[in-house]
């Protein structure tokens, strides 16, 4: 991957769990809710078995997703990070509009 399309990958994750996480806490009325949620949806972007696996076929659904956490790139994690990074910014956002007094929904 091209540096060029990192830093465009970057930014695009670091931009939409920002907006995800900051509309989710906003109507939620919670602080944290996407950086919870993130793991689950970095688990079903790297992951591809059925959700319904991970209750009926759980070996095979767990391995399958510790196989694909093991055979990610540098890439990859640098673009899944900055989405974490997005998500607990969207928190901190949150945390900072309410102790100054704004109120959402």
Partial sequence: MSIPVLL???MLF???FFGIGFL???ILRGTWVMVVLYPLVCAFII???SITDYF???NHAFSSLKAGFMHLGQADILILMTGLV???LAGVTIKMLRQ???QMF
């Fill in 8 to 10: 465009i990958s970057m």
């Fill in 56 to 58: 009926f076929d759980t």
């Fill in 14 to 16: 670091l931009v939409l």
């Fill in 24 to 26: 989710l806490n906003m």
């Fill in 86 to 88: 997005g998500a607990i």
């Fill in 100 to 102: 100054r007094g704004y």
């Fill in 47 to 49: 992951d591809k078995v």
